[in-house]
């Protein structure tokens, strides 16, 4: 079974950071891809970030330059740590085990973690 826990969201003003984790079940991690996903209010989930298995990162147009994504095999975790926030950055961020990239597209798999909730005030 995998499971995947998200943890560091919150409230937070336009121009600050937040650094979010997830921690692994040991049988999903090191060997695949893991990645973030995040859902707007009223929209459909979107691709964040990716980070391979060897550590190269990849990173959706809108947050390139302010969100990086790390990992740390040796505690089964992944990191995004998220700088000069925007309004637009608030919802729900999954944590998703096992992405696959084709066609130059980042593809989630069915291993999600349960979200948190990332708000940035304007």
């Known amino acids: 079974q995998v499971t995947l826990v998200e943890s560091g969201g919150g409230l937070v003003p336009a121009g600050g950071s937040l650094r979010l984790a997830c921690v692994a079940s040991?049988?999903?991690?090191?060997?695949?891809?893991m990645g973030w996903y995040r859902q707007p209010p009223g929209q459909r989930s979107e691709f964040v970030a990716a980070?391979?298995?060897?550590?190269?990162?990849s990173y959706a147009d809108g947050v390139k330059g302010r969100f990086v994504i790390s990992r740390d095999n040796a505690n089964n975790t992944i990191y995004l740590q998220m700088n000069n926030l925007k309004p637009e950055d608030t919802a729900v961020y999954y944590c998703v085990a096992d992405l696959t990239y084709f066609d130059r597209k980042w593809y989630p798999s069915d291993y999600w973690g349960q979200g948190t909730q990332v708000t940035v005030s304007s």
């Open positions: 980070i391979r298995n060897d550590g190269r990162p």
């Open positions: 040991a049988n999903i991690f090191p060997v695949n891809a």
